[in-house]
Structures are given as structure tokens and as C-alpha cells.
């Protein structure tokens, strides 16, 4: 009686609503790719090419907070750490968190 019907025609469900209605969704999608996703994937992979680029001699600190010194890169995944006079350990690579300075070339003997 005192709402006129012409108000409930105007709510259906067209292609442009829909539209508008997911537009905040991928909004908010884009924004957080470039605010969290690609800063995130970008530290990835320096933290993988750091690790790779371990050899004897840098100075590293382990995920623990330790700090060592690289003695000998046993193999891909393992390498060994001189935490202290005569204390080494095996550690994983990906467990190594910062280089902190890099140790001199190993030479050839050949």
C-alpha cells in the first residue's frame, strides 16, 4: 500500500551487478598479490640462491641464531659447521638463515 511494486522490479540479477557485487573480492586479491605475494616469493628465492652459493670458509647463522663457520660442504643438501674449537655440526642448507661474510675461494690443487 505505501510501497509501490516499481521498487521491487529494480533487484534482479544482471550481468553488471554481478560484476559490481565480486569487484571489492578482486580488489582486494590484486592488492594482496602485490602487497604480500610477490615481496614474499621475491625473499624465496634470495634465500635460495644464497644457499645455493654456500662454500667453505663464510661465516653463516644458522635459524637457531648460531653462528659457525663453513668447513666443508658435504653434499646438495648438507653442509658441516665449525661452531666452536673443535665443535662441528652437520646442518641443512635451507636451515641457514644469513650469510654474514664471505670466506676466501677454496684453490685448486691440480
Known amino acids: 500500500m505505501l ?3 516499481a521498487y521491487a ?3 534482479g540479477f544482471g550481468g553488471d551487478s554481478m560484476l559490481i557485487q565480486f569487484l571489492p573480492f578482486i580488489l582486494i586479491f590484486v592488492i594482496m ?5 610477490r615481496p614474499q ?4 628465492k ?6 645455493k652459493n654456500l662454500r667453505r670458509g663464510d661465516t653463516v647463522v644458522t635459524s637457531g641464531g648460531l653462528l659457525g663457520k663453513v668447513t666443508k660442504v658435504v653434499d646438495d ?10 665443535v662441528k655440526v ?3 642448507r635451507q636451515m641457514i638463515s644469513e650469510v654474514r661474510a ?3 675461494p677454496v684453490k685448486d690443487d691440480a
Open 46 to 51: 634470495l634465500h635460495q640462491e644464497m644457499v
Open 33 to 37: 598479490y602485490f602487497l604480500i605475494l
Open 102 to 104: 664471505k670466506g676466501e
Open 77 to 86: 643438501d648438507q653442509i658441516e659447521v665449525e661452531l666452536g674449537e673443535g
Open 90 to 92: 652437520r646442518q641443512m
Open 41 to 44: 616469493q621475491k625473499r624465496v
Open 3 to 5: 510501497i509501490s511494486p
Open 9 to 11: 522490479q529494480g533487484a
